[in-house]
């Protein structure tokens, strides 16, 4: 079975612009949530898709935005570029009913 | 606020010895703690869970063990490898039912020979 799968894998946009990213949970998850991993901040959570609705947000500006497709997939949107949002973007999957979440290998978002 | 801790930034063993890696939480609610294996340039890997209904649980080579009264989760790992090599992130899922994990920092596990 294939795992979470991310892309792109690597993405440099300049400060100001806006930026998608896709991710492609397991097949039959139907859950996804999406993290923002810094070095000084670590792994913080963005927010939780389930049936193509926002199920839970974390602490992010709007400028951090995402939504779910009806085959689960799912995508995040970054507008107005910040140095900070320099990151590895992680998206993770889960089953219905599970805690267990299986991570993709992330985005890795360099913003200059 | 919710928050996960760990105790020791990083951690250096000999490959064989057994290491151990603490964390700390804040949230007496949570009722799901997660160890993950990040090894560079890759997304976090899942090694072992427990409930808290729970005080130990133990897979190949790892044992997870949960004390609520003082809020501490540690990670064992048997006989190390080389390959055991990376860091290591305890997760706590702060809403039952959710799928939102709140990450300690990380402790970075180094195996020398």
């Known amino acids: 079975k294939a795992g979470v799968t991310q892309t792109p894998r690597y993405l440099i946009k300049t400060r100001g612009q806006q930026v998608t990213l896709s991710c492609s949970p397991i097949s039959g998850h139907r859950s996804v949530s999406w993290y923002q991993q810094t070095p000084g901040q670590g792994l913080q959570f963005l927010f939780e898709?389930?049936?193509?609705?926002?199920?839970n947000k974390g602490n992010f500006p709007g400028r951090f935005s995402g939504r779910q497709f009806s085959n689960s997939r799912s995508e995040m949107n970054v507008s107005t570029l910040e140095l900070g949002d320099s990151a590895l973007y992680l998206c993770?999957?889960?089953?219905?009913?599970?805690?267990?979440?299986?991570f993709g290998p992330g985005t890795r978002l360099t913003v200059l | 606020g919710e928050s996960v801790g760990l105790h020791l930034p990083t951690l250096s063993v000999q490959e064989g010895d057994n290491s151990i890696i603490n964390c700390a939480y804040s949230?007496?609610?949570?009722?799901?703690f997660i160890w993950y294996k990040q090894e560079s340039g890759k997304g976090p890997q899942f090694i072992i869970d427990i409930r808290s209904n729970m005080d130990k649980r133990q897979g190949q080579r790892v044992t997870v063990l949960l004390n609520k009264t003082v809020k501490h989760l540690s990670l064992q790992i048997a006989a190390t490898q080389p390959g055991d090599s990376a860091v290591y992130f305890c997760?706590?899922?702060?809403?039952?039912?959710?799928?939102?994990?709140?990450f300690g920092q990380g402790t970075r596990l180094t195996i020398n020979p």
């Open positions: 898709y389930f049936s193509e609705t926002q199920r």
């Open positions: 949230n007496s609610a949570s009722d799901y």
């Open positions: 993770a999957s889960s089953k219905a009913g599970s805690n267990e979440q299986f």
């Open positions: 997760a706590e899922n702060i809403f039952p039912g959710a799928q939102k994990l709140v």
